[in-house]
Structures are given as C-alpha cells and as structure tokens.
C-alpha cells in the first residue's frame, strides 16, 4: 500500500521535476529548434525532432547547451515510455556537464519508478550535494530509503524535506508528512500516523484528502484494539 501510493505520487512529480529543474532557457541561444525542444505545448514527438535538430546543428559548440538539450530530450522519452533512451540521453548529459543537478535529479526519479533505488540513490546524493537545500530531493531519497528498507534514514530525508520545504512553496511538506503517516500507519503506530496527517493538515487545512486519511488511520486504530 504504502509502496504503490508513493509510485503514484512520483509519477506524477517526475513530469514536474523536469519543468522546474530544467527551466534553463536562458542559457539557451534564440534558436528556433532549442526553443521549441524546451516546449511544454508541443507534442513529444514534435520535441524529439527539433531536439535532435537542435543537437546536430545549433548547440554543438557548447557542451551546457547540449547538456540542457539532453536534459529536454529525456523528458519527451520518458513521456513516451522511452525510458532506456531517456537514461542514456541524461547519462550523457552528465558526462557534458557534471555540475548539472537536474539531469541527475531526473536520472534518479526514472531508476526509482523502474525499482532500481540502488542505482537512484547515488544520483540523489549529488543532487544533494550540489543544492543541499532543495526539498524534493530529500523526499526523492527518502522514498528510496523505505523501498531499500532503510525506514530510519527515509525518516531523516522526510523530515530534512518538511523542514525545508514549510516556509516555501509547502507541497512537498505535505507530501513527505503523508508519506511519513502511512510509513507509521504500515507498523501499526496509528498515534504517530494521525499526528503526521495532522501536521500535514495544518500546512493546507483546505485538502479534503487529509482529512479523509487520519479519519482512516482513527478506524484502524480502532479496528485494532
């Protein structure tokens, strides 16, 4: 339960993590193809072909514009599925730029959703070391550490993410606090679950969903004792 709900929230986080991390198109030269490979109208297929333009003949003489092209790329693969072609196109994104967080930040999210946190949590440590203070990575990691069984340290990523992310925008606080509450709620420790939905609740008091939640942690509670 608690492994299905986390995939389903980083399927949809993974589609957004590449329209924040990679919103550098300022870096990008006024080129009709690199701008159109940075789209988030046009189809993917129509981004794979002016990526590949783009490639070929007008980033080729830098290897960060070509990293960031790269970095587009992968996206409109893994929209289609493509995710071997999206790990390569973000593997040699790297080896162009090394310094560039969001290729290894989306690197990571498509090893975790293939189930290959082994080889995801490398990625989410040098994301970590570039921006210590980027929120969603934490979560990232921390969803790792409960598919690894590492219970303790996913603990210590949510909570780094809550921290970090309660003055900001929030959503990722709320996402690690329910992540937290059904962690708690799968041992059996409804009273730690319920408090963690009710953190959760008081960073968005307008989210039915949370209600719903804790009232479910209270049933089996109750259905427990």
Sequence with gaps: MVKLMIHRIFSVLIALSFLVTLAFSQDLSTSRDAIACTSTVLTSDARLETCARALEFEVRSSAQRQAIILGYRARAWTEQGELERS????????????????????RADILRN??????????????????PEKPQIYFGRGVCQIDLRRDSDAILDLDRAIILDKSTQRGTAILSLSVKARLSASKRDFEAAAASFGEAIKLDPARTQLYLDRGAVWNAKGDDA
Excluded: F, H, R
């Design 114 to 131: 293939n189930d290959q946190c082994d080889l995801a949590i490398a990625d989410y440590n040098k994301v970590i070391q570039l921006l």
């Design 87 to 106: 790990i390569a196109d973000l593997t040699q994104a790297i080896e162009l730029s090394p310094e560039l967080p969001a290729a290894y930040e989306g």
